[in-house]
Every structure is written in structure tokens, then in C-alpha cells.
């Protein structure tokens, strides 16, 4: 068993918490969407109806939420194409904050998307408003979420404390940041997602906007890391759910994310060391003060399978493994730590 732990873990344990665009004047015109008989639906969130969008087939890849969207249950099917509109909520979208139309990401990373909008309607958006795929590609993320606001034109990282406090409540005329998590697709092309917001109603808010990305493939294989990759793991937050991420590693940096059964938005950034195997990070909402410990270890000789523990707001180490897709989880699960001297 390989351990070295880093003083950071220990250092975690002191801080545990309880727990692109809508149409413009200029840029890119947004696809025309065909409804077809073929509809796609975000597995294995809601039963969100969508059609995949015409594209140029030269120069791009088919956009689909498929093979490349995770995650998680969300109570309340929406049928987007058929859905009435809102008459009183409209959004505009004033720029990107971040992730510009036709950004260059790597194949599995991991980004922050945040649009900038105004409720340029006459309703004030409450909490119990959702952010809900309309067409494309999820690009990691569940067919519907709770929308994240926060003050415009603030400064994004994939870092656990480092994001301003969650707005819930916007009223007519404010201008926010909407922000989302979201990851590359795994294979290299040309990839478009468009979200709309629903009200409390069921109803959308027009117009719709999208994200649009292009992946390229990453040609330096020599530092390939042993964690990048899809993985199955058991819900950090106890629930009976089982999760799926994939792992992006950049400079012995490891980064994914995940949505819990609320569809809040999860980040999980963690370090490796000497022992490539052996990982130190922290998981939990991007606005929350200090991340939660996590600590995975991979099985001797395995790199299908990794035991591990977290600190979900107690001080006893709970159990947090995972396995590869085609593996079974590990037995047991719980990674032992050494003892103290």
C-alpha cells in the first residue's frame, strides 16, 4: 500500500466544512434546430426531449448528449421543444465572461462556463428556477440544474473557495454571471450545447443560449496520467447512488466535477506526489469557504480500482472508492490510513 501523505490533507482536516451566448449583434449565428423523430435524452437525469441540431458536416462533430454526459437524477421531466413560454420572464445575454465561442480545450477537460445576463423580464427569478438543456451536447453535466448566479464579471478557478456567494434570487433588471461546470468530450471535434432557463412555472425563458467549444487532441502521451479517465464512484454525500466522472490531470493536478441529486455542482481537485498512485485533494461547492478531505489510494498493482476516504463534515473517515467502468468497486472500499506517531 502506498501512502506519503502531504501536509495539505492534514492541513484539510483543521478546515473541514459542514457542509455562450443568445444571439448578438456580431459572432456566430445559432444553429437552426430541426426537431426529429431521433431524440436524445441525458442519461440518466431527466427525460429531457431534444433533437440533434444541424451542423456543418465538414468541419464539425455531430453534437449529442450521449456518450459524454454524466450524472445525476433530477425530479422533473422537461419536453423543452413543446414547453409554452414564459410572458413574463425573458433573459438577455449580455457577453461571455468566459469560455468564448470556439474556445480550444484538451479532450476531457474540465472548464467554467459563465455566461453574463440581465432578467430583462417582469418576474424575479427565484430558487426554484432550473438551467435545462435544449439542444446539443451536455458536455458533462445533467440535462437540468439548479442555475448558478453570482456578481458579474467575477474571476472563475477550478478551486474550492475561491468562487463569490451563490445569488438565488435576481429580481427584473439585474445583471449577474450564470455559471456552469462542464468538460470536454473525450473525443477531438467541434461541440455545441444550448441551456435555457425554466421558470417556477415550467415555462421557458426566452431567448435560449450555447456554448461552444472545440476539442483538440492533446499529443503528449509521455506524462499520461494513471488517474485521467472515466471512473465509477460510490456518492461522497451517502447517498445510495453510485456516480460517474471522468478525471482530467494537468501538471500531477487532478480535476473533475460532479452534480449531486439537488443539482448543485460539485469540483473535485486533488495532487498527486512521488507516488503517482496516491492522491490528496478536496471536493464540495466552488463557494463554499474550504473544501472537503479526500484521500484515494489505487490497489497495488491495479489501475482499475482505487480505495479511499473522505471527510464529509466529520471527523471519522467515511469510505469514498471507485473503479473503472468495466471493474467492480473495491473490497473493502475504506482506504486505511497510517497512524499518527
Known amino acids: 500500500m502506498r501512502f506519503g501523505l502531504s501536509r495539505r490533507f492534514f492541513h484539510f482536516l483543521f478546515y473541514i466544512s459542514v457542509a455562450s451566448c443568445t444571439l448578438k449583434t456580431a459572432g456566430p449565428q445559432i444553429p437552426t434546430f430541426v426537431e426529429t423523430s431521433n431524440t436524445t435524452r441525458v442519461n440518466p437525469a431527466p427525460e429531457i426531449v431534444v433533437s440533434t441540431p444541424q451542423r456543418n ?14 450524472l445525476v437524477a433530477t425530479p422533473t421531466p422537461f419536453d423543452l421543444l413543446r414547453m409554452p413560454v414564459s410572458a ?23 472548464f467554467i462556463k459563465a455566461w453574463k445576463v440581465q432578467n430583462s423580464g417582469k418576474c424575479k427569478w427565484s430558487p426554484d428556477y432550473r438551467l435545462a438543456l435544449y439542444q446539443g451536447d451536455a458536455l458533462g453535466a445533467p440535462g437540468a440544474i439548479n442555475p448558478y448566479f453570482t456578481q458579474p464579471g467575477s474571476i472563475y478557478e477550478l478551486i474550492i473557495g475561491t468562487w ?21 468530450p473525450s473525443q477531438p471535434g467541434s461541440y455545441l450545447g444550448t441551456w435555457a432557463l425554466i421558470n ?24 499520461a496520467s494513471p ?27 487532478l480535476f473533475s466535477s460532479f452534480y449531486n441529486t439537488r443539482g448543485e455542482m460539485n ?36 489501475k482499475d480500482q482505487f480505495q479511499g476516504v473522505n471527510y464529509f463534515g466529520r471527523f471519522t473517515p467515511y469510505p469514498w472508492c471507485g473503479s473503472r467502468p468495466d471493474a467492480p468497486f473495491p473490497d473493502p472500499c475504506l482506504l486505511t490510513l497510517p497512524k499518527e506517531d
Open 57 to 70: 458536416p465538414t468541419n464539425t462533430t455531430a453534437a449529442t448528449a450521449s456518450t459524454d454526459s454524466f
Open 88 to 110: 413574463c420572464d425573458q433573459i438577455r445575454i449580455e457577453g461571455d465572461t468566459t469560455i468564448p465561442d470556439g474556445t480550444v480545450l484538451e479532450p476531457g477537460e474540465v
Open 164 to 184: 463569490p456567494p451563490q445569488r438565488f434570487n435576481i429580481n427584473p433588471g439585474e445583471i449577474v454571471d450564470l455559471v456552469i461546470i462542464l468538460q470536454a
Open 200 to 223: 417556477d412555472k415550467g415555462e421557458r425563458v426566452e431567448p435560449v443560449f450555447w456554448v461552444s467549444i472545440n476539442v483538440v487532441e492533446n499529443l503528449d502521451t509521455e506524462h
Open 227 to 253: 488517474w485521467a479517465g472515466e471512473w465509477n464512484i460510490n456518492d461522497p454525500y451517502l447517498s445510495s447512488q453510485n456516480l460517474q466522472i471522468r478525471i482530467f490531470e494537468k501538471n500531477t493536478t
Open 267 to 302: 469540483l473535485i481537485t486533488a495532487w498527486s506526489g512521488k507516488d503517482p498512485f496516491l492522491v490528496n485533494g478536496e471536493y464540495g461547492s466552488p463557494s463554499q469557504p474550504t473544501g472537503n478531505t479526500l484521500v484515494w489510494s489505487m490497489l497495488p498493482g491495479s
